[in-house]
């Protein structure tokens, strides 16, 4: 499956961003999905995911901020991320793969999209 990640972009502290990542394949609604990030000499770290059946898992760190959510018509992965913060800068990867999904066990991922937030 190919993945294409889109929406990042620069936007100041308690703003909101949403991305998006489309995928081909005409078994979509069969997938997991999931967002993961890699900020600038850090390792790529799990955002959250969403499972085939819509069942959902958020990193501490963006729960309450972040929303991600899936389109199975439009083959579509979304991640809402509001109240953004400077730490939230990083790329982030869209991905599939087994569940409860990690980073060592995609199977696919997408290419990044850089999002920047300012102080």
């Known amino acids: 499956v190919q993945l294409q990640a889109s929406g990042g972009g620069l936007v100041q502290a308690g703003g909101s961003l949403r991305l998006s990542c489309a995928a081909s394949?005409?078994?979509?609604?069969?997938?997991?999905m999931g967002w993961f990030r890699q900020a600038p000499g850090k390792g790529r770290e799990f955002v959250a995911h969403i499972a085939w059946n819509s069942a959902t898992h958020y990193a501490d760190s963006v729960r309450g901020r972040f929303t991600i959510s899936r389109d199975n018509a439009k083959n579509t992965m979304y991640l809402q991320m509001n109240n953004l913060k400077p730490e939230d800068t990083a790329v982030y990867y869209c991905?599939?793969?087994?569940?409860?999904?990690?980073?060592?066990?995609?199977?696919?991922w997408g290419q990044g999209t850089q999002v920047t937030v300012s102080s």
């Open positions: 394949g005409r078994t979509f609604n069969r997938y997991n």
């Open positions: 991905a599939t793969g087994a569940w409860p999904m990690f980073s060592d066990n995609v199977a696919s």
